[in-house]
């Protein structure tokens, strides 16, 4: 569909009275392309347009346009039988089920990313719109729109079977992809950093794993990194800065299966690192940092406009399950501090009240 088609659909649509009239309008337009994917999808985004105007409907409503789409190419069913398939490591249909879902997936992928003024995104959870708008949103005032199915996860999924298949140039490319639309998901950030590792190139990886420290949702995902940047220095025979990382990541591990991952790691390397740990001062640690150019955690700003948010959510607006959701990550990456430990107190009981 061209420019002047979409141009013709919304003068007519806003000429129609009612609500009703307006949404049968849209319906209508989209029957009229049952073989162009393009085209519906462009209808079924005024359709969306026309719900968030009011939240009340928008909330209510769910947009038929989009639901009958993925009704016909089953974008969610396909996400779940392959999540499914890879539980049960049937990698075989996997590859199969993506393999046919691909050619929609990319024609969808060209659509979004066609209008550089109105990104589109799929955010997996509320922390990742929060990580995107500190970013990109209040920087550089771009709004995006909701893309209605989960691609960057199919994509993710197709580099993970290239990745089993040793195909690590194939993967990284649609790693790449699932990042167009799903840029906050550390998951398929981790999965880009992977293809790096097979041939080894070192700067491409600490490069990858550097800047992930910018879409950390918890502390465990911070060991991990610390970890891989560990993994990294020990191959270039750093073995200091591997013992060092090593140790950063226990302190922030959360579970007792990853504290004994970095436990085991720092065993192994036995005597050919020997910093004394236990005499390092805060202020040494922060001199290693820098001289290792490595951030310390997630980063302090987002934090400061992450309990704003928080608050705001909880006290302003009263979505009292989506602060609380928050509050919970928040906990976890400042290391349950009391402040934090109290804000989630407060969301969750404003939570409680509601309910009841």
């Known amino acids: 569909m061209d420019e002047e088609s979409v141009k013709a659909i919304k003068t007519a649509f806003a000429r129609k009275r009612s609500d009703a009239g307006k949404k049968a309008f849209l319906l209508e337009e989209e029957a009229k392309h049952p073989n162009d994917l393009s085209s519906r999808m462009k209808i079924g985004f005024l359709y969306d ?22 009704g016909e190419f089953a974008f969610s069913r396909t996400v779940k039988d392959v999540g499914l398939a890879f539980e ?10 993506l393999d046919e879902a691909m050619p929609s997936a990319e024609e969808l992928l060209d659509l979004f990313l066609l209008d550089k003024s109105r990104p589109y995104y799929y955010f997996h959870e509320p922390f990742d719109q929060m990580i995107y708008f500190y970013l990109y949103g209040e920087k550089g005032g771009a709004v995006p729109a909701d893309v209605p199915f989960d691609l960057g996860q199919l994509f993710y999924d197709k580099g993970r079977c290239l990745g089993l298949a040793s195909d690590y140039e194939g993967a990284r490319l649609y790693f790449g992809k699932a990042l ?6 550390m998951a398929l950030r981790l999965g880009l950093y992977e293809t790096y590792k097979h041939p080894l190139d070192i700067i491409q990886a600490k490069a990858c794993l550097l800047d992930d420290f910018k879409y950390v949702h918890n502390a465990p995902e911070i060991a991990r990194l610390y970890r891989e940047l560990a993994y990294l220095a020990e191959v270039q025979e750093d073995y200091a800065q591997a013992q060092f990382l090593q140790v950063l990541a226990i302190s922030f591990c959360e579970n007792k299966e990853d504290k004994l991952l970095s436990v085991k790691a720092l065993e192994d390397l036995g005597a050919k690192a020997s910093l004394p740990f236990e005499r390092i001062a805060p202020e040494r640690i922060h001199d290693l940092l820098k001289r290792y150019q490595l951030p310390l955690g997630a ?29 919970h990550s928040l906990v976890s990456l400042l290391g349950h501090s ?19």
């Not at 934090?303 to 602060?323: C, K, P, S, W």
């Open 49 to 70: 347009d026309f719900l968030k105007k009011d939240m009340d409907l928008f909330r209510g409503d769910e947009n038929p346009i989009f639901v009958k789409i993925d």
């Open 88 to 97: 049960k490591e049937d990698y075989v249909t996997a590859e199969m089920l």
């Open 180 to 185: 167009k639309i799903s840029p906050m998901a």
């Open 299 to 327: 980063d302090p700003g987002f934090m400061n406009y992450l309990q704003e948010g928080i608050r705001f959510l909880a006290d302003e607006v009263h979505q009292y399950g989506t602060a609380a959701d928050l509050a």
């Open 338 to 356: 009391p402040e934090s430990e109290e804000l989630l107190s407060h969301c969750e009981t404003l939570k409680s009240q509601a309910q009841s």
